[in-house]
């Protein structure tokens, strides 16, 4: 028996069954590798869900948070405030893509800063009302889960959720919906179930993560930033998968050269350490009323420098243009191997920088889910030792989220693996039709 499988006799015995994992018990990683309790080594294209960003156990953060935990590890910044959460406040507050002074709070987790985005946008407008799109993933709170357009896992059992939240449709090109059809679908949602200006705030991911990938097109950004303008909606970004780098520029909607009023971030942000912010214009943040916003924990000293050393690292490696290159490099081989005969099960190749997917169809006819076959290919990887994540709505898209400091031979061994695993996965396709 192996200690991995000891250990998951354990689990099943101790963890609460919703807590969904994979097979694989960690022991160590450094930047883009993990070792298993059994020693098995795994290439890690996962990065702990788009969190290491900067890799495992990148030196400059290690030894800011070492630093640090010398010094005190936590206060609670409302009993007792400290200078890191200053700095990175600072920090945030000049990147942030606003286009003016901005605000900065933290907290710990990325449904945290939603909530806490939210929470703002309602105090600065006096409403309700937000709308999230279909396919979005914005936690798994109540709140988080009630702006979530996707129902398994997140929703299912767990309702009801709180009010005043409504869905519009998110564009989706591969599946035929156009930003015309998204932007038509949000003119009925105001004509059909609520009035415009009851609305508080747009939020919106510019890349949907768990929602398998999709790109908002620039068109929709704008027209959604117009939208907001014309009815006094506040537009939250949702950076917290695609910020931080990860698409080849700091922030996602950067790339829409759209400037939104209020932004979460959380994952990539702290490498590893758990810290979310909510950064946007100062008119808006600052109308939350004093001990409004905050909690016990939030900014932990730790995590705090941990996040003040990422973005040291994002500035001082070049990360941006790192991700754009890793996007190019995996963008490249997927395309070719799409181009193979025999692999019509891989639908579309698409992405941003380096946050690359790709959908797994039936044929590219029909353009029908086959999850049987992203199953196949994740546990074909597995057992190669390459850790893949899969996502979208119909669970049939697999994405690629190595650490943007992933060593150029470690990809290249990486994509050869997913190469060798996608051949495995389509090819028991073809033997079983009922795949
Ligand atoms: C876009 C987006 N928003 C919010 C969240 C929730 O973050 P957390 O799991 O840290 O609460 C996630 C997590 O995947 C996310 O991708």
């Keep these: 028996m192996t200690v991995s499988s000891l250990l998951h006799s354990r689990q099943r015995a101790a963890v609460a069954g919703g807590v969904g994992t994979r097979t694989i018990f960690a022991q160590q990683a450094l930047n883009a590798e993990l070792w298993d309790v059994d020693g098995k080594r795994f290439i890690d294209f996962a990065a702990g869900i788009a969190v290491n960003n900067t890799g495992h156990r990148n030196p400059v953060v290690m030894s800011a948070v070492a630093e640090q935990a010398e010094r005190f590890t936590h206060t609670c910044f409302h009993v007792a405030p400290y200078e890191g959460y200053v700095k990175l406040a600072e920090r945030l507050n000049a990147l942030a893509p606003t286009g003016t002074e901005n605000r900065t709070m933290l907290v710990t987790t990325g449904a945290e800063a939603v909530e806490n985005a939210v929470k703002i ?16 993933f914005h936690g798994r709170t109540m709140l988080g889960m009630a ?5 398994m896992p997140y929703k ?28 038509a679908g949000l003119e009925r949602l105001f004509s059909a179930d609520v009035d415009p200006e009851r609305i508080a705030a747009f939020i919106v991911e510019p890349v949907q993560g768990e929602g398998g990938f999709n790109v908002a097109p620039k068109e929709f950004l704008v027209c959604l930033r117009e939208i907001a303008n014309r009815h006094g909606i506040v537009l939250i970004a949702d950076e917290v998968q695609a910020g931080m780098a990860r698409t080849g520029k700091m922030f996602g909607f950067e790339h829409a050269a759209v400037m939104p009023d209020l ?27 004093p001990g409004g916003l905050g909690g016990t924990y939030a900014g932990n000293p730790l995590s705090v420098a941990a996040a003040n050393a990422v973005l040291d690292v994002i500035e001082s490696d070049k990360l941006c243009d790192r991700a754009a290159e ?18 019509e099960n891989i639908g579309e190749v ?26 196949r290919i994740v546990a074909e990887a597995e057992e190669r030792g ?11 898209v697999i994405r690629l989220l190595p650490p943007l400091t ?22 028991s396709s073809t033997a079983s039709p009922a795949a």
């Excluded at 946008?121 to 979005?136: D, E, H, L, M, P």
């Excluded at 941003?352 to 076959?373: C, N, T, Y």
């Design 406 to 427: 992933i060593e150029w031979e470690i990809l290249e061994e990486g994509l050869d693996i997913l190469e060798a695993s996608i051949e495995a996965g389509c090819s």
């Design 147 to 151: 702006l979530t357009g996707k129902v």
């Design 263 to 289: 932004v979460t971030m959380a994952k990539g942000l702290a490498g590893g350490f758990p810290l979310s912010a909510v950064t946007g214009k100062a008119e808006i943040m600052n109308s939350a009323h």
């Design 350 to 375: 698409r992405g941003l920088g380096a946050m690359v997917a790709f959908e797994l169809v039936k044929d590219r006819q029909s353009k029908a889910a086959a999850p049987q076959i992203m199953n």
């Design 386 to 396: 390459l850790i893949l994540l899969s996502c979208g709505t119909r669970l049939n």
């Design 156 to 183: 299912k059992n767990f309702g009801p959720f709180p009010a005043d939240i409504y869905h519009a449709p998110f564009p989706n090109s591969y599946l035929g919906i156009s930003t015309e059809d998204a932007i």
């Design 326 to 343: 890793v996007g190019r490099r995996i963008t490249e081989r997927l395309n070719a191997i799409a181009s193979r005969q025999g692999m």
């Design 121 to 136: 946008a309602r105090a600065y407008t006096g409403r309700a009302g937000i709308v999230a799109f279909s396919g979005a």
